[in-house]
């Protein structure tokens, strides 16, 4: 007997034929309809010869003698078995496309009418959903055809979470509880209709901003358990979709920061981190963008991120916090989008433009209040520039002298820096290493300037010549004695930067 995959032909491949011919499918015994599932998906091989029975298997799979079982062990299993034999047959499926985008909103619409038994299907209906996806990824399938379908097989599972949602998500006892599940049903049957379809039709991905932008606030709104569906749908997309999904998370992610609420953009900007810790891809222009969403809000905490904690009132400490909180993550988000779009920015003359307000504005924070909290993600993004910086970038060598130099010099010098602490100790060598590559990448008229810039910090001419020196013999960690010293000298004197 030919093994699973084996070329179907002779007597294996008449007998096969013979099989299908006998209709054995239409009686209605559970253990033969699961032993001819199992067959057809092992000999898929014969489909790719004689397509004539194509049809009649994959209705065969997805109606009540397959998917549709009142038999739950038989639906479970020809689920599986139908997206193994789809992604099997690949090309010879796509002719079928509509066909398979019809049966599948034929399989949806009982739970998007929130229909009691979504729960019981709810694991086969993820596997058929993959399994349209894929089909509906080939190329053989025609761009038109492709868009109907898609939007014919998410359409349905889209109006059912604005109903839903409508509905109120927060209602009392089991009501509640239920729309919560149904709407977390919905993200994870377009996750992996999402995850069959794959990076191949970019044209696509339009479609899905809307589930994208329910996810999102989802996130920001909901309950715990939803919550969690609504994240793994989002990685979902940027796991197969990559850049070509990415606008619309952007757009969908900004128009949550942009309301203004503290609790949603702190929730916001920590999944923005998740999602640019998971993208993977050549997106500067849609990052730059995102960084510029963010500026705004960087501008509008900045000035009471810098209050005084001794002077904050009572009343408002609780506010104070919040903000600050805010700035943070908005500063680590910053770090995480430029991390990706860093060699980008630097070569493109329009993205440096873009970007450079919200350096100036980061850059701008620092203050004798600033803990290290705020300060190293600022640390970083210079260190970042300064390490992709070259002549021909599009950011000059006298932006990174008189902004970025003075940036690093400043953190270095903040009174309330406690040197003993271990994630300061790290920003100092960051510091450190940066000033470093500073003096390699623009010459010895760094040195000049940062000789004159710690004389105006009340350093004395010899202290000052003395570190400009030591940054031209050392490396990071060895700069980390002569940064002490000047610390020791300049910080009674400080005043703000």
């Not at 398979?100 to 729960?119: D, G, N, Q, R």
């Not at 903040?414 to 060598?429: C, I």
Request: charged share 15%; with cysteine; hydrophobic share 45%.
């Amino acid at each position: 007997i030919p093994g699973e995959g084996s070329k179907v032909e002779g007597v294996f491949f008449e007998m096969m034929t013979m099989v299908l011919r006998a209709e054995l499918w239409k009686l209605p015994f559970t253990p033969l309809q699961r032993t001819l599932a199992e067959t057809l998906v092992r000999y898929y091989n014969f489909y790719l010869l004689d397509q004539q029975f194509l049809g009649t298997t994959i209705q065969f799979f997805l109606d009540n003698r397959g998917v549709n079982s009142p038999s739950r062990a038989l639906s479970n299993r020809a689920a599986y078995l139908f997206l193994r034999f789809m992604k099997s047959i690949k090309g010879a499926g796509s002719p079928f496309a509509q066909s398979l985008a019809v049966s599948f909103k034929a399989i949806i619409e009982p739970y998007c009418s929130h229909a009691p038994s979504w729960a019981a299907s709810h694991s086969e209906i993820i596997m058929v959903a993959e399994a349209v996806g894929f089909t509906l990824s080939l190329a053989e399938v025609e761009s038109s055809v492709r868009g109907l379908c898609v939007t014919e097989c998410i359409g349905p599972l889209t109006q059912s979470m604005e109903a839903l949602s409508a509905a109120g998500i927060q209602g009392q006892g089991i009501e509640g509880d239920v729309r919560v599940d149904r709407i977390g049903m919905c993200f994870e049957v377009i996750a992996h209709f999402c995850k069959g379809l794959g990076k191949s039709v970019p044209e696509m991905w339009s479609l899905f901003e809307r589930p994208c932008f329910l996810a999102f606030s989802a996130i920001n709104t909901c309950p715990m358990q939803l919550e969690a569906r609504a994240r793994t749908f989002l990685h979902c997309l940027i796991d197969t979709a990559g850049n070509i999904v990415f606008q619309a998370v952007q757009q969908s992610l900004a128009a949550l920061i942009s309301c203004g609420e503290i609790r949603v953009v702190i929730s916001s900007m920590e999944l923005l981190q998740q999602t640019v810790a998971r993208f993977k891809g050549d997106s500067a222009e849609l990052l730059v963008a995102l960084l510029g969403r963010i500026l705004p809000v960087l501008q509008q905490v900045a000035p009471m991120s810098s209050i005084p904690q001794s002077s904050v009132d009572s009343s408002f400490s609780e506010e104070v916090r919040e903000v600050r909180e805010v700035w943070r993550h908005l500063c680590v988000t910053t770090v995480a989008l430029f991390t990706h779009a860093c060699p980008q920015v630097l070569q493109n003359p329009a993205l440096s433009a873009g970007v450079q307000p919200l350096l100036e504005a980061m850059m701008s924070i620092l203050t004798t209040n600033s803990s290290i909290n705020l300060l190293r993600p600022i640390v970083q993004v210079a260190s970042m520039l300064v390490s992709g910086w070259t002549p021909e970038c599009a950011i000059g060598a006298d932006y990174l002298q008189q902004r970025v130099g003075p940036c690093l010099l400043s953190c270095a010098l903040l009174p309330q820096l406690d040197t003993q602490d271990a994630l300061t100790h790290l920003t100092l060598v960051t510091i450190s290493s940066t000033l470093v590559g500073m003096l390699k990448k623009t010459g010895d008229s760094f040195l000049f300037f940062v000789q004159n810039f710690l004389q105006s910090k009340g350093i004395s001419s010899t202290l000052a010549e003395s570190f400009a020196a030591s940054i031209k013999v050392a490396s990071g960690k060895d700069l980390m004695p002569a940064l002490r010293a000047i610390r020791e000298q300049a910080v009674p004197q400080i005043s703000s930067p």
